[in-house]
């Protein structure tokens, strides 16, 4: 059943609305009017999204809406939707609930007659994808890999037999182990690794998975670290 609106209230819209991942010059017209005209705006990290509002000289109220404080603070969010607030949910770069929080709160307002409207923008996925140079009719997002040894190897030798293009985030201080694991339970595939997409300092590689690994084993890496990786069709050698 749908959650019940007060005869006098209209219900309110939650937007989910993508910020740039960098570069603060890729965000929508669209997307910086719906943030100006919004009665709130739920924040990964309210200090990271307030120099984006900032530079766009909007003043709307923040809230931090993160991993460790989603299931206290969903019940007061659908109750302000509720009563007819106009919410803005941001993660600190790119497209809320992917890879970020935000699914507790859509779940919670999956039986409600409360508008749920996406406000598209950057994505790192999409980003390196486009620049890769591996097949972009079929691929698969993986998000991060298990830290755990055992999960880890496990995860790698299932995602070895997917035709797909695999896309994944890593930390830099582990992509080079990563990429000698993926080596390892894949074989020497073409891979791209972006580094700092859109900022100042972005960097793209292309090469094989082998060569990937001797670049970054061989340099200190700092920043966020997205991987393409080719599926198992692409495979050299074979």
């Known amino acids: 059943m749908s959650t019940p609106i007060p005869p006098d209230k209209t ?29 709130l705006i739920l924040c990964e990290d309210t200090r990271q999204t307030r120099k984006l509002l900032d530079h766009y000289g909007i003043s709307v109220p923040t809230m931090s809406y993160h991993d460790h404080n989603e299931a206290r603070k969903t019940p007061e969010i659908v ?57 972009t009719d079929r691929f698969v997002f993986e998000g991060f890999l298990p830290v755990k040894k055992g999960k880890r190897r496990r995860r790698l030798e299932e995602l070895a037999t997917d035709e797909r293009t695999m896309i994944l985030f ?9 990429l000698s694991e993926c080596l390892a339970a894949m074989g020497n595939r073409p891979a791209c690794v972006g580094r700092e997409l859109t900022k100042t300092f972005e960097e793209i590689q ?3 998975l082998e060569q990937l690994g001797q670049w970054a084993e061989k340099k200190t890496i ?14 050299i050698g074979e």
């Not at 609305?17 to 919004?38: V, Y």
């Open 170 to 178: 890593e930390s830099p201080y582990r992509i080079a182990r990563t």
């Open 206 to 208: 292309r090469g094989t």
């Open 222 to 235: 700092k920043g966020e670290i997205t991987v393409a990786i080719g599926g198992r069709s692409t495979t």
């Open 11 to 39: 219900p309110g819209s939650l937007y989910v609305l993508a910020t740039p991942i960098g570069n603060l010059g890729d965000i929508s017209h669209r997307a910086i009017e719906t943030l100006r005209n919004a009665n």
């Open 79 to 135: 109750e302000r939707l509720t009563q007819g607030a106009t919410i803005a949910l941001v993660s600190d770069a790119g497209t809320p609930t992917i890879s970020d929080p935000g699914y507790r709160l859509l779940n919670a307002l999956r039986d409600t007659d409360i508008s749920v409207i996406p406000i598209p923008g950057a994505s790192a996925v999409t980003a390196l994808l486009s620049v890769s140079g591996l097949p």
